[in-house]
């Protein structure tokens, strides 16, 4: 165990892969679930009462009666979804969390609402010409790398009808961390492990043109050492353009969150909104 920890102790390289899964994990799913449905918690989701200002805000920048096709990508427990839903919209959502996929379906069930669902990496999807906005909310646009960007936009792009709007949001570099090493012992288990374990937390910054950052957890419980590496990135309104330029949207519009705040250059969140 000691040379299996040893070798955390240097930096990692640009985008060494975690030992395990996170969204999926089995029992980091379940903290995941409790911190979405949690309405006044902003950990996986936003605070609930946001949620029903961006619903409001999207169904007034692009209504339900022009604009019926909605994908939500990262759709969570549906959360969202269902909202969008209950808004007249006609929804999908993708989502690569077995729990949060599950959970959603069940709430369709219980909520008679005719939402379709697929347990799928987004990266992967082949949609084409079929939606008429597809949104990703809460920032999840920033923790993939340059190269899975332009994946998703392309494919995003192609996803999209004539007139489609692509909506979601991201971190200002207001939100980059200080570099940091720390650690925590969980005596009863936590967020990583229902068994006690020792959590040593680093935050990384890295000098690529991506400006990268990472947050890393190396968990140490009696019989493994597991390492969770969650990378990041932070974006002003004039990365953003230079990244999506070449992909061929007509218009752009920023915003300084997800539920329509006016844009400014000191805000934490910016909101894209760039139609086909
Ligand atoms: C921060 S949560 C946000 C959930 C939801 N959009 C919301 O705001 O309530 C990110 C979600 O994206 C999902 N996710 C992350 N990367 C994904 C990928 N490559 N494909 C599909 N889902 C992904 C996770 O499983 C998680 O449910």
Not at 58 to 85: H, M, N, T, V
Not at 166 to 194: A, H, N, Q
Request: hydrophobic fraction near 35%; aromatic fraction near 16%; charge should be negative.
């Amino acid at each position: 165990m000691f040379n299996e920890l040893k070798k955390y102790t240097k930096k990692p390289k640009l985008y060494d892969p975690s030992t395990n899964k996170f969204w999926d994990d089995e029992h980091i799913s379940k903290g995941m679930l409790s911190a979405h449905l949690n309405p006044n918690w902003d950990a996986a989701t936003r605070k609930h009462e946001f949620l029903g200002r961006s619903v409001n805000w999207i169904s007034e920048i692009a209504p339900s009666s022009q604009y019926k096709l909605l994908l939500d990508l990262g759709c969570g427990p549906g959360l969202y979804a269902e909202r969008f839903s209950s808004a007249g919209y006609s929804v999908t959502g993708v989502d690569f969390s077995k729990r949060s996929i599950l959970y959603a379906k069940e709430q369709t069930v219980l909520n008679k609402s005719n939402i379709e669902y697929h347990y799928q990496n987004y990266l992967t999807i082949d949609y084409k010409e079929q939606f008429d906005i597809i949104t990703l909310i809460y920032c999840d646009y920033a923790a993939l790398s340059i190269k899975d960007r332009l994946i998703l936009l392309r494919k995003v792009y192609q996803a999209l009808k004539p007139k489609g709007k692509f909506i979601f949001d991201v971190f200002t570099p207001l939100m980059r961390k200080d570099e940091s090493c720390s650690w925590e012992y969980c005596s009863e288990g936590g967020f990583f492990s229902e068994k006690q374990y020792i959590c040593l937390e680093s935050v990384y910054q890295y000098d690529d043109e991506d400006n990268t950052e990472l947050r890393q957890a190396i968990v140490i419980t009696e019989e493994t050492v597991n390492c969770y590496n969650i990378w990041d990135h932070f974006f002003t309104k004039e990365v953003l353009l230079s990244e999506i330029q070449n992909i061929g949207f007509n218009s752009f519009e920023f915003y300084g969150d997800i539920a329509g705040k006016e844009f400014s250059d000191t805000g934490e969140t910016i909101c894209g909104v760039f139609t086909k």
